[in-house]
């Protein structure tokens, strides 16, 4: 019995120490992500290898190793260039009922080829001392005469802003969006900024009143410096016809490469990052909510309030990417 018993202890070990090893092909930073892979693979035995770089050179990377890549997985933030991915044949559809059961519907690519692992939420910031929360109400209304010379935005060349703007050509149609877009450089105080960062200085300098930011870029400066006069507003919680359906995010998300050399081990470890172990981490290392509803956000997110998503499904915000920023040229967004 003790023979037999410590044969299969033996056995085990075995196997778990010869887990298939996965590569991942990430966009996001070592620190945001090794954490968490190392929490798996202390939980699994399944070591992870990973490969950071920026989202073109990955893309790239992927389509000229073809057949022969490494990759399993590739991790990258903004929906667009997820959908970009996928266009593009680098992300093989999934079929998982855990994965279906714990990321909503527009969180994730309608043909199974990727999935958003943790939300930001891109809203409006103001400066606490200068703005009442009772004038502010939607995106759309920033383009209104009341905020001239008030608004402050990032370039038009970060795909965050891209992704606000395709979503609001899927919701509100070519038109409506080109006068509110419109409506905002008008009411720019000052050249577009670089960063979401510049952004809050400037609202904070009395360059404007003010901005659209991502709400991780809020709370990574409002932890170092807590006494900064900036709040954030939850806008279009009560939308109307005409305007976008909800606070509009965005997600990092993750997709199983065509050529996987380990599919099945890929699937496994996607459905475990949707779980709340690693939601929370994901969640908590940089400021962002869970993608699982089901799982709570950090306590520093949750100080911020609880909002309404936009409930369109994010391959909107690559399918009309392009549109997007043709759009934002028109009207003189740079």
């Given at each position: 019995m003790r023979t037999a018993l410590l044969a299969l202890l033996l056995l085990g070990i075995c196997t778990r120490s010869l887990a298939a090893e996965l590569t991942v092909y990430s966009s996001r930073i070592e620190d945001l992500i090794k954490p968490i892979f190392g929490r798996y693979t202390a939980e699994t035995g399944t070591p992870i290898r990973f490969i950071t770089d920026k989202e073109?050179?990955?893309l790239q990377r992927l389509r000229a190793e073809g057949a022969s890549t490494p990759a399993d997985l590739l991790l990258t933030v903004d929906a667009g260039n997820l959908w970009q991915a996928?266009?593009?044949?680098?992300?093989?559809?999934?079929q998982s009922e855990v994965l279906a059961a714990n990321l909503p519907a527009h969180l994730r690519d309608p043909e199974g080829r990727w999935f958003g692992l943790s939300i930001r939420a891109r809203t409006v910031v103001y400066h606490s001392g200068r703005?009442?929360?009772?004038?502010?109400s939607t995106y759309e209304a920033l383009g209104d005469a009341r905020w001239k010379d008030r608004l402050c935005l990032r370039t038009s060349k970060k795909v965050y802003n891209q992704s606000l703007v395709a979503m609001m050509?899927?919701?509100?149609g070519p038109q409506r969006t080109e006068a509110v877009v419109a409506g905002w450089v008008g009411n720019l105080a000052a050249p577009p900024f670089?960063?979401?960062?510049?952004?809050?200085?400037?609202?904070?300098?009395?360059?404007?009143?003010?901005?659209?930011?991502?709400?991780?870029?809020?709370?990574r400066l409002m932890r170092q410096r807590p006494e900064l006069p900036l709040k954030l507003f939850w806008p279009n919680q009560d939308p109307a016809e005409g305007e976008l359906g909800g606070v509009h995010v965005n997600v990092s998300g993750m997709g199983v490469t065509t050529h996987?050399?380990?599919p099945e081990a890929a699937v496994k470890f996607l459905e475990w990052l949707s779980q709340r172990p690693a939601q929370a981490l994901f969640a908590g290392l940089n400021l962002e909510f869970p993608a699982n509803p089901a799982?709570?956000?950090?306590a520093i997110t949750a100080n911020w309030g609880t909002f309404t998503q936009d409930p369109v499904n994010l391959a909107e915000a690559g399918r009309r990417q392009a549109e997007a920023v043709r759009l934002m040229d028109r009207v003189g967004y740079r």
């Open positions: 073109g050179p990955l996928a266009q593009l044949g680098l992300l093989q559809p999934v703005v009442q929360p009772g004038a502010l050509l899927a919701e509100l670089a960063s979401d960062n510049e952004v809050m200085e400037a609202i904070v300098a009395g360059r404007c009143d003010v901005g659209l930011v991502n709400t991780y870029y809020y709370g996987s050399p380990h799982v709570e956000a950090d």
